[in-house]
T-cell receptor, first 116, second 114 residues
Framework: KAGVTQTPRYLIKTRGQQVTLSCSPISGHRSVSWYQQTPGQGLQFLFEYFSETQRNKGNFPGRFSGRQFSNSRSEMNVSTLELGDSALYLC???????????????FGPGTRLTVT | AQSVAQPEDQVNVAEGNPLTVKCTYSVSGNPYLFWYVQYPNRGLQFLLKYITGDNLVKGSYGFEAEFNKSQTSFHLKKPSALVSDSALYFCAVRDIAGNTPLVFGKGTRLSVIA
């Protein structure tokens, strides 16, 4: 089975621009979560989706948004980029159904975003 | 609100010695607990989890963890460390009761010295 894929793997953007990151979950996984990883803050939760519905949202400004499609693929968008948005953005999928928090998550390799 | 603490930023251990990476958690109800490992320039890999039942859980690569409810801890252990175990380790918790996200600790960097 193919793992979680994320595209692109690397991005360089300028302050003020916007960016869209894509995630394809493992086949059969309907739950997708996004995280921001930085050296100082560790892993910060962004969003969690299940069957196209946002189940949870982290404490990030409204510039960060996401969505999930009917095929479980997910995208996240960051508008008006700031230098502090430079980070590794990780996507994870799981077999979780409904409130199945006991299922482990499988992570993609991440998208490394650099904002200059 | 749920939270995870990994009190050590860095753990150094000699190859062949036992290793322990510490984790304590806080949830309002009962927890689901997870350990993940991250190798350089890669995403996180699942190691093991505690859901219910036996307090000692065994996972990948010879790792195990013990759930201690009274101490709200879930320390990761391995009897004999390998140089290849050197990586960044994350503990994570999710409250069984509510519709809450998975919360990660800040990570502990393990260095195994030959």
């Amino acid at each position: 089975k193919a793992g979680v894929t994320q595209t692109p793997r690397y991005l360089i953007k300028t302050r003020g621009q916007q960016v869209t990151l894509s995630c394809s979950p493992i086949s059969g996984h309907r739950s997708v979560s996004w995280y921001q990883q930085t050296p100082g803050q560790g892993l910060q939760f962004l969003f969690e989706y299940f069957s196209e519905t946002q189940r949870n949202k982290g404490n990030f400004p409204g510039r960060f948004s996401g969505r999930q499609f009917s095929n479980s693929r997910s995208e996240m968008n960051v508008s008006t980029l700031e230098l502090g948005d430079s980070a590794l953005y990780l996507c994870a999928s799981s077999l979780a159904v409904s409130s199945g928090g006991e299922y482990e998550q499988y992570f993609g390799p991440g998208t490394r975003l650099t904002v200059t | 609100a749920q939270s995870v603490a990994q009190p050590e930023d860095q753990v150094n251990v000699a190859e062949g010695n036992p290793l322990t990476v510490k984790c304590t958690y806080s949830v309002s109800g009962n927890p689901y607990l997870f350990w993940y490992v991250q190798y350089p320039n890669r995403g996180l890999q699942f190691l093991l989890k505690y859901i219910t039942g036996d307090n000692l859980v065994k996972g990948s690569y010879g790792f195990e963890a013990e759930f201690n409810k009274s101490q709200t801890s879930f320390h990761l252990k391995k009897p004999s460390a390998l140089v290849s175990d050197s990586a960044l380790y994350f503990c994570a918790v999710r409250d069984i009761a509510g519709n809450t996200p998975l919360v990660f600790g800040k990570g502990t960097r393990l260095s195994v010295i030959a």
